[in-house]
């Protein structure tokens, strides 16, 4: 399907700010599952915004050194996706463990096995991680999606349970987060049992779906290696495995490196921050005015 997604942010400042510097991960990823067929990306004060790539995915950055009462950063992006079957070809029978015990697979993905800031591991992760695979009947695969349905069942769905910065521990001590702790646990979950686990952002449409969660800001979900080489994604906020409604933007070991707007500037803290996110299914001929 083709999806337009309207990601707008703005900042007000009590007194003008300056010296500003920003980075921005909104531009949606082209890969197997999508194609990023226009983005535009809009920031006010008008200012000369520059690009670089790395492994995650597209960073845009720019700065301010006058001063701004203000700052408005709207991303506009055309995505065409294609992941209608995402349980296609997947081994849901046949053990096929021992891909993950190769020194090699441990050396290649050692950086998506390991703790990471926003990652860490221990009792409660190895309790929910092993519960898991005892009710999985041995594939990778299957248990990938267990453990998605058990972490959905675990956590409580609460906006106000936790904070952008909360730590995997926090999430763990309240039982509730939001979708960017569900990401988090099922990581620490995978990586503790020997399986590489990226976190992935981006955006859910909705649509007609009743009871999905994540559509009016960023969402995240992750991505799971599998034995045959392929990366599986799974959002275990919603029990599901991702499909065509999903648009991929960014992926790290956390998400501390996918974070949608950062920076840093000369002035008094923001007083107020909106954040506005809108999907919408579209024409094969629309463009991006």
């Known amino acids: 399907m083709i999806l337009r997604a309207i990601h707008r942010t703005v900042y007000h400042y009590s007194t003008p700010s300056f010296d500003s510097h920003n980075e921005v991960r909104l531009m949606p ?9 226009e983005f535009h990306l809009r920031v006010s004060p008008t200012t000369k915004v520059f690009e670089y790539n790395e492994p995650g995915g597209s960073v845009h950055h720019f ?32 053990p096929d463990w021992a891909f993950y015990d190769q020194e ?6 050692a950086e998506y096995l390991s703790e990471s800031p926003y ?13 898991a695979k005892a009710d999985s009947n041995g594939s990778a695969a299957d248990f990938l999606r267990k453990l998605t349905h058990w972490i959905h069942e675990e956590l409580d769905y609460d906006t106000d349970a936790t904070h952008v910065h909360s730590k995997l521990h926090e999430v763990l001590e309240v039982r509730a987060g939001v979708c960017q702790d569900f990401a988090h646990l099922m990581i620490a979950c ?14 859910l449409y909705v649509g007609g779906e009743g009871g999905l969660r994540g559509d009016h800001a960023t969402h995240a979900w992750v991505d799971c290696l599998l034995p045959d080489g392929r990366w599986l994604s799974l959002d275990p906020t919603n029990d599901l495995l991702a499909n065509d409604r999903y648009i991929r933007i960014h992926t ?5 490196e996918v974070t949608p707007t950062r920076g840093v500037y000369v002035g008094t803290p923001a007083k107020d921050l909106q954040v506005s996110v809108r999907i919408d299914m579209v024409s094969q001929t629309s463009t991006i005015s």
């Open 104 to 109: 090699r697979t441990k050396q290649d993905y």
């Open 190 to 203: 995978c990586r503790t049992v020997g399986i590489p686990a990226k976190y992935v952002s981006g955006y």
């Open 252 to 256: 790290g070991r956390d998400y501390s």
């Open 29 to 37: 990823l082209t890969d197997d599952s999508q194609v990023c067929q």
């Open 63 to 94: 700065g301010l050194r006058e001063r701004h009462p203000y700052l408005e950063i709207v991303a506009e992006a055309l995505v065409e996706t294609t992941l209608e079957n995402p349980f296609a070809g997947l081994n849901l029978l046949d």
């Open 119 to 131: 990652v860490s591991f221990g009792e409660e992760v190895d309790r929910i991680a092993l519960r």
